[in-house]
Nanobody, 123 residues
Framework: QVQLVESGGGSVQAGGSLRLSCAAS????????MGWFRQAPEKDYEAVAV????????WYADSVKGRFTASRDNAKNTLNLQMNSLQPEDAGRYYC????????????????WGQGTQVTVSS
């Protein structure tokens, strides 16, 4: 059992940066995959980054590779996403999600979700 709450969203100009955080609470023992997803208007959920808690392996979507960095703080049960060089196409609602076991890129395979935090990028 785990609950997720995102924070850190906001409005920035193109080229700016934001740092998103996801706070986890409740029982989270065992092996988990944590992920960041986003949904832009009229778009499907898109996996942005996923990280395996067991070994720390992290995967990024090609569209954000080199600009976004996902990290975790196991002691504080937080997941972070540092977003640099933001572009208008990065705008959307960002969610953190959790899944037991091996990581996946499919949003439907993540049963635990936060409420999301909005990111707006102006040009």
């Amino acid at each position: 059992q785990v609950q997720l709450v995102e924070s850190g969203g906001g409005s920035v100009q193109a080229g700016g940066s934001l740092r998103l955080s996801c706070a986890a609470s409740g029982s989270s023992d065992g092996s988990w995959c944590m992920g960041w997803f986003r949904q832009a208007p009229e778009k499907d959920y898109e996996a942005v980054a996923v990280i395996q808690d067991g070994n720390g392996l992290t995967w990024y979507a090609d569209s954000v590779k080199g600009r976004f960095t996902a990290s975790r703080d196991n002691a504080k049960n937080t997941l972070n996403l540092q977003m640099n060089s933001l572009q208008p196409e990065d705008a959307g609602r960002y969610y953190c999600a959790a899944r037991r076991g091996v990581c996946s890129w499919k949003h439907s395979q993540f049963p635990v979700w936060g409420q999301g935090t909005q990111v707006t990028v102006s040009s």
